[in-house]
């Protein structure tokens, strides 16, 4: 096997092609180990699980949906998740409405549940991936970032050859899971690209659009107090923050990936729901008294002997307590026209150029910018 050293340029260039297809050689049809940096890990494990599978990556593949009866059912019992998700997924569509990428959502089983942006369903490659009920498991079509995010329950990116199917190297698309407020995955997010330009950023993307879904679930329970965590120094109210929902008598009901970081001690799936004095070293009024004063951030001491931030906010007071925090946004549309001026500024007036740069076309480019093409 070949042991050069892989460059680590991100882009889509022949040699990273090159690397994939090698690596897909070696690993699938030589039977032979790869060496670090010649595709993700996450992409190599998948790979392996395909092969045990036993599907064959010159195989056709399906789409297969699942039936009627199982798809009503689908929908009813992740009516939640895809409820919380819609906003997010109108706000990712905008974010990559020149990219050719699309977002997609599915169940923890892989089964899409809802999809957002500029499809074509007139390409059979775009339709067919999109379509409600479609089963999108490893299993079902090896390899993507919709599989790969829901096996390995991590973000991950993966780029054309690095799907496992020789038909489905046409995509490109990034992935990441969703956690419930049990600590359960609950589905994930994905956005993909037909015979899109490389774009592994938006694997952070896509990470972020998760987050503030994760939130939405946790908002969205039932509660009679929602804790807002930080380390001290860290400004509350933002995605960024660890969230806890209590009953009336402190019992923790529901947390955030991020204030599992942040908290020993939280239920897991399946596990008995624990109390908030059992986590922080304080009795739970107090947590109840401090909402009375919205807005004043309290210190919690953890048994560790660290300390939290946190704002405590009832359900009549979680819109106002943010919108104080909350800065005026950009309108989107200004946003936009500030980085098309700055791209044809860059380009010093050359539009071809500051069009490749944005990776939109230049028929494009001008009507953003308002003119006809010379």
């Known amino acids: 096997m070949n042991t050069a050293k892989p ?18 050689q070696s690993l699938m049809h030589e039977g032979g180990s790869l ?12 790979w392996q699980r395909c092969l045990k599978l036993g599907l064959e990556p010159s195989s056709d593949v399906s789409f297969a949906q699942i039936t009627a009866p199982m798809l009503r059912y689908t929908l009813e019992a992740n009516h939640q998740l895809i409820e919380a998700a819609q906003p997010m997924l109108q706000n990712l569509a905008r974010a990559i409405v020149n990219t050719r990428y699309f977002a997609i959502l599915t169940n923890a089983d892989g089964v899409v549940v809802d999809a957002c942006g500029a499809i074509d369903h ?70 993909t690209g037909v015979d ?4 592994p950023e938006l694997k952070h993307l896509v990470m ?32 960024a923050d660890g969230m806890l929902c ?36 304080l009795p739970f009024e107090p947590l109840f008294d401090a909402a009375k004063r919205p807005g004043n951030p309290i210190e919690l001491p953890l048994w560790s002997g660290l300390r939290l931030q946190a704002l405590a906010i009832t359900p009549a007071d979680e819109t106002r307590t943010l919108q104080a925090g909350a800065a ?9 026209a500030d980085m098309i001026r700055k791209a044809v500024d860059d380009a010093r007036g050359n539009v071809g150029q500051a069009a490749r740069t944005l990776g939109i076309s230049r028929a494009t480019l001008y009507r953003k910018l308002g003119h006809k093409p010379a």
């Open 35 to 46: 060496g670090a940096g010649w595709v993700a890990p996450w992409v190599e494990r998948s």
């Open 122 to 191: 007139a390409d059979p490659r775009a339709h067919q991936i999109t379509r409600v009920g479609t089963d999108l498991s490893e299993h079902s079509i090896g390899t993507t970032a919709i599989g790969t995010a829901l096996a390995e329950l991590q973000p991950v990116w993966l780029h054309r050859g690095e799907h496992f199917f020789e038909t489905t190297s046409v995509y490109s698309c990034a992935g990441a899971p969703l956690f419930g407020p049990d600590g359960a995955c609950v589905g994930m997010l994905d956005v």
């Open 208 to 239: 972020q659009s998760a987050s503030k879904i994760e939130n939405a679930l946790i908002t969205a329970l039932p509660h009679a107090l929602l804790l807002r965590l930080n380390w001290p120094g860290n400004a509350l109210g933002s995605d």
């Open 328 to 336: 005026p946004a950009r309108a989107l549309r200004d946003m936009e």
């Open 246 to 281: 209590l009953d009336c008598e402190g019992w923790i009901t529901g947390a955030n990936p991020v204030a599992r970081q942040m908290v020993p001690g939280l239920a897991g799936p399946g596990q008995a729901t624990v109390h908030v004095s059992e986590v922080f070293g």
């Open 7 to 24: 460059s680590t340029h991100t882009e889509a260039s022949p040699s990273r092609l090159a690397r994939i297809a090698q690596a897909r």
């Open 196 to 199: 899109a330009q490389e774009r």
